[in-house]
């Protein structure tokens, strides 16, 4: 039997960049699609995100925003700054909250 310890290692920790979608997402992310996917898939290759999609209710037709994981906030920040769905209006709200893993599959 493994015990979970009161305290966590600061390695743990992680960051969620949420967004928040315009209502027409479909319709209106054509041209900033691939763009915005290389971006995330630089960041999967540096380490520095480790995954990362569409959210919205249950059996989605049309996502609401997206979630990605990121192992620095700095790289969280840094998607903000560079994504072309940001600058061309199909983010219409973002957050950036830290998340401090307790448990995981490798325990």
């Known amino acids: ?30 041209p900033h699609r691939e763009g915005h996917l290389d971006l995330a898939k630089r960041f999967i290759a540096e380490g520095r995100c480790l995954s990362g999609g569409p959210t919205g209710p249950q059996n989605m037709e ?18 903000i700054a560079s994504d072309p769905y940001v600058s061309h209006g199909i983010v219409t709200g973002h957050s950036i909250e830290e998340w401090n893993v307790v448990v995981s599959k490798d325990d």
């Open 62 to 79: 049309v996502p609401t925003g997206a979630l990605f994981i990121f192992t620095d906030y700095e790289a969280a920040m840094a998607m």
């Open 1 to 30: 039997r493994r015990s979970i310890s009161s305290t966590t290692s600061l390695a743990a920790t992680q960051y969620l960049l949420k967004y928040d979608y315009i209502p027409d997402v479909l319709e209106k992310r054509g």
